[in-house]
Every structure is written in C-alpha cells, then in structure tokens.
C-alpha cells in the first residue's frame, strides 16, 4: 500500500499524466485501523517540499489543520449535509495557494446524505482539478457506487497489538506497561487504546464491567447488571458531549450575534439552536450505543479467554490480569458454554446495531449470560 502512495506522490510532482497519480482515493478499513491517519499522511506528502517529512511547517500546519490548501473535514453529526458540501465546494475551487495541491480530507465519507453525495461526485468528475478527494469510510459499500468508480481504493487491515503498542510508546508518551495493556484489551482499535490508556475513569469502568460475568448469580443479580452496564455507558457518552454541546450553542449564538434584537434575527437564531439541539441529542444517542457496543466487545473478551483456558492456550488471553476470576468461573460453570454467551453477545450486538432499545437488548443478554 505505501508503495502504490509513494508513486503517486511521485507522479504528483512530474505533473506528467501518470496513471499513478489520481485526484480521488478512497481509503477503507475497520474503525482504529488508522483509515484517517493515513489520508493525513498522504495529504502531507502531496504538500511538503520533502515528501511528507513530518517535521516541517508545511506537514504540521497540514495535521493540525492549519495549512490553507488541506482540509480535514471532521464530523460528530449523524450526516454530512448537502450545504455543507456546496459551501466546501465553493472553499476549494480555486487553486492550491501554497502546495501543488489542494487536498480534502474526508474523514466519514460514510456520513454523506444522498444529495451531499450527488454534489461530490460533480466535483470529483471535473477534470483538470488540481483538488485530491481523500474519502475515508468503514468499507467500500458506504460509499456511493458512483463515488467508488471514480476513486482509486486504498484498504487498510486491523494494526497488530504490538503495533498498537509501539504507537502509543512512541507517538503520545504512554508508559510501556500501559501501551501493552491498552492495546491488547482494544484489539487493535488504536482510538479506544489512547482513550483507555489517557483515561482514568474509562479505565475503572472497564473493570467495572469485566466483573459484571461473575456477578450474574440470579435474575435479579442479571437486571441489576444490565442496568450498571448502560449507566456507564451513559456516563461515558456524556462526560465527552457536554462541555461540546455547550461550546456549539454558544457558537452558533455568537454567528447570529448574541442579544441581538432585531426580531428576524432572534427567531432565526432561535430556530437554529433548536436544529443544533436536535442534532446533539441524536449525536448523544448515537454515542451511547457506540459505549454500549463497546463494552459488549470487552465483555466478549472475558468469554473468549475463558475458551483459550479451558483450550489449554492461557498465554494467549486478553485479559491477563484476570487469571484467577477466570479460572474460578470455569471451576463454576459447565464446560463448553463460553462458545454460546459469546454468540448472545453478538446477538445483542446486532439487535442494537438495528435500533434495538438499549435497556431491553442488554437485560435479554445478561439473562442469557446468567443461565448455566
Ligand atoms: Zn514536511
């Protein structure tokens, strides 16, 4: 893959009609493979005077979002608008003030609305450009075929945890010990591993959560586990949204002019706040499904190494600071049943993933965890 970036990096700057340099990449790979970071990197390496040092000016300014010819288009939304792109549009339609190149990374292409979508791929179809696409999406299917057929496709596979590992050593400062147990328990994932490893409070829910497998004695001990399972989970979700909520209002309210009198002024304002709220109260939804979703993963964890023992492989576990808790709920179950709760887990997983009621699909789980 580095290979197929380093060629058109340098086809980029021949300016010759090279088949290797295309203005529209989309690159895919499950949530933590890096899908993002990498179009970053890329987009550097078209902009820097060394190919993507790193160091420079041109490269920071680049990552940070300071540079004037990249874009890193982020979104917290549940979509990406079709005025959201027009105005993009009409940002990067003219050429490349410092660089070769201007570059637009968008980070969820999934997130595109049908109509938002359509007004990119007029873009993306414009010939003689000098504007990159980077689209950056889960998988090649959430992104609109008439995209994906103009795009050159990068795919990225799950880091390995050593490589997670190595990443937050070396990349945010994190104490080896720390970086090793954050990785592993992500799987892979490197955002939730900086969370964990940065995050005290994620830390000691996690725990929280890895005992809730030997707490399941009785139906009532299993409603009462469901229950602790979404508080945190929504307490997670809020620590993060609430200063933002705040933060957008208050901008939002800044852009109308706050206090401002005139009356289709304050109407306006009122209207768009009201639209923003809508739009953060989905996002804050959004958010406890996806703690919810995780914690299902860390949960699947236990039941996994719970296999690997009663297999005869414990070097292998997740969770090795739970040897004893696991050896002790094998001495109490019935063997060969880690294989069934895991496919519960999944289950519950799915009914969320369709819009199931979070408190229901997780008491249905727990109850199903709890029975020998
Ligand atoms: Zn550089």
Not at 48 to 61: K, M, R, V
Not at 101 to 125: C, G, H, P, Q
Not at 180 to 188: I, L, T
Request: include cysteine.
């Amino acid at each position: 893959m580095i290979d197929i970036l380093k060629g058109a990096v340098a086809a980029s700057r021949t300016g010759s009609d090279s088949q290797e340099m295309t203005h529209a990449w989309v690159f895919t790979g499950p949530p933590g493979s890096g899908r993002s970071s990498a179009a970053v990197a890329f987009a550097q390496a078209l902009i820097c005077p060394n190919q993507g040092c790193g160091a420079c000016n041109e490269c920071q300014s680049a990552a940070t979002g300071g540079h004037p010819d990249v874009e890193v288009i982020r979104t917290e939304g549940l979509s990406i608008k079709v005025e959201e792109i027009r105005e993009l549009l009409t940002r990067v339609a003219w050429a490349p003030s410092m660089a070769g190149w201007r570059v637009v990374v968008m980070e969820d292409a999934d997130r595109l609305t049908e109509s938002a979508a359509n007004a990119l791929l007029k873009a993306i179809e414009e010939p003689g450009t000098r504007t990159v696409w980077l689209l950056c999406a889960p998988t090649l299917h959430d992104v609109l075929p008439t995209i994906r057929s103009r795009c050159r496709h990068l795919q990225l596979r799950t880091p390995s945890i050593e490589a997670v590992t190595q990443v937050l050593i070396r990349r945010d400062n994190i104490s080896p010990t720390m970086a090793d147990f954050a990785a592993r328990v992500s799987q892979g994932h490197i955002g939730r591993a900086k969370f964990l490893a940065t995050n005290e409070s994620a830390r000691s829910n996690r725990k929280v959560i890895m005992q809730l497998p030997l707490q399941l004695g009785s139906l009532a001990a299993a409603f009462q586990a469901a229950q602790t399972l979404i508080d945190l989970a929504t307490e997670e979700a809020s620590t993060s949204s609430e200063s933002r909520d705040e933060k957008e209002i208050e901008k939002l309210q800044e852009a109308y002019g706050k206090g401002a009198t005139g009356r289709g002024m304050a109407t306006g304002a009122a209207k768009a706040v009201k639209e923003l709220e809508k739009e953060q109260k989905s996002r804050a939804a959004r958010m406890v499904r996806d703690s919810i979703d995780g914690a299902l993963l860390d949960l699947a964890t236990f039941y996994r190494d719970v296999m690997l023992v009663q297999s005869g492989a414990p070097e292998s576990i997740i969770n090795s600071d739970m040897r004893t808790e696991i050896e002790s709920y094998i001495s109490s179950s019935p063997a060969h049943t880690a294989a069934q709760k895991i496919g519960a887990i999944k289950e519950a997983r799915m009914n969320l993933a369709m819009n199931g009621a979070p408190l229901v699909t997780c008491e249905a789980l727990m109850c199903e965890l709890a029975r020998k």
